[in-house]
T-cell receptor, first 112, second 117 residues
């Protein structure tokens, strides 16, 4: 039982490049989330999903897209990376809206 | 406006001292949940506690205790006899009824605790 896993752990991009972050959970959770963590700002919600095939915008969705084609996977895409997207990205999952969110180990992304 | 406020940005204590981390939240919902997470230097986020809005009983788990007071919208976290391994950033979070769009899970900005040996 791996819980929530994220791929990759680290990545360096040049401005304008694209990439996809993969989140996978093996807890059969309905809800999945993508956050970014920046110094002094806590965690901010980018996008989330309440079930397979659904996505919704969070607090800071601009510049990101997501897809939830399978219940266990939640993908976060950056179509044209910008230095402002340098951050640590966390994926989380929960069984329901109010439930505890369990987090992946994070992906450290640097955009030069 | 901040939904969850952790006014203490950084705290340093000497090992074996007690320390309280403050959390003040804002919501109009009658049903909501409060959480504490720990983020050690290794970076992962570790769940500590979940408390619903109808349960104001204080909770104790080993050296950790939580004080929930709806009258002051606070959910404070106390570590008794602190240890070096308690050094971490601690986040308080609020979960309220999902709206049509946007957030329903809000994190505070965190309190960085350093325990000095």
């Amino acid at each position: 039982n791996a819980g929530v896993t994220q791929t990759p752990k680290f990545r360096v991009l040049k401005t304008g490049q694209s990439m996809t972050l993969l989140c996978a959970q093996d807890m059969n959770h309905e809800y999945m989330y993508w956050y970014r963590q920046d110094p002094g700002m806590g965690l901010r919600l980018i996008h989330y999903s309440v079930g397979e095939g659904t996505t919704a915008k969070g607090e800071v969705p601009d510049g990101y897209n997501v897809s939830r084609l399978k219940k266990q996977n939640f993908l976060l895409g950056l179509e044209s990376a910008a230095p402002s997207q340098t951050s640590v990205y966390f994926c989380a999952s929960s069984q329901a809206a109010y439930d505890t969110q369990y987090f992946g180990p994070g992906t450290r992304l640097t955009v030069l | 406006a901040q939904k969850v406020t952790q006014a203490q940005t950084e705290i340093s204590v000497v090992e074996k001292e007690d320390v309280t981390l403050d959390c003040v939240y804002e919501t109009r919902d009658t049903t909501y949940y409060l959480f504490w997470y720990k983020q050690p230097p290794s970076g992962e986020l570790v769940f500590l506690i979940r408390r619903n809005s109808f349960d104001e009983q204080n909770e104790i788990s080993g050296r950790y205790s939580w004080n929930f007071q709806k009258s002051t919208s606070s959910f404070n976290f106390t570590i008794t006899a602190s240890q070096v391994v308690d050094s971490a950033v601690y986040f308080c979070a609020l979960s309220e009824r999902p709206r049509d769009t946007g957030n329903q899970f809000y994190f505070g900005t965190g309190t960085s605790l350093t325990v000095i040996p």
